[in-house]
């Protein structure tokens, strides 16, 4: 697949956090970077398609999506912590 590239900058530790969180969601970190922008990840062949009637599956995936953001948060708060103190 041929397209336009995006770069952009981000400091070490930034690279970091989002290499552990590529390989926590076990996706490549292009695709991790292009589902965080909305966008449909690459390496995945499949598409998950969920059926509107399966709300056990859909409060499943917002249960997990809020779980996540809530360790982003508390990691976000622990790194900035050190440097406040």
Do not use: C
Request: net charge negative; proline share 1%; glycine share 8%.
């Amino acid at each position: 697949m041929t397209g336009t590239s995006i770069t952009f900058r981000v400091d070490a530790a930034e690279h970091r956090e989002l290499v552990t969180r590529a390989e926590r969601e076990r996706v490549s970190l292009s695709d991790y970077i292009r589902v965080r922008l909305g966008l449909r990840g690459q390496g995945s062949e499949v598409d998950v398609q969920i059926d509107a009637e399966d709300e056990t599956l859909r409060a499943q995936l917002v249960d997990h999506e809020r779980r996540i953001h809530a360790l982003e948060d508390d990691g976000a708060r622990r790194q900035a912590a050190p440097a406040a103190g």
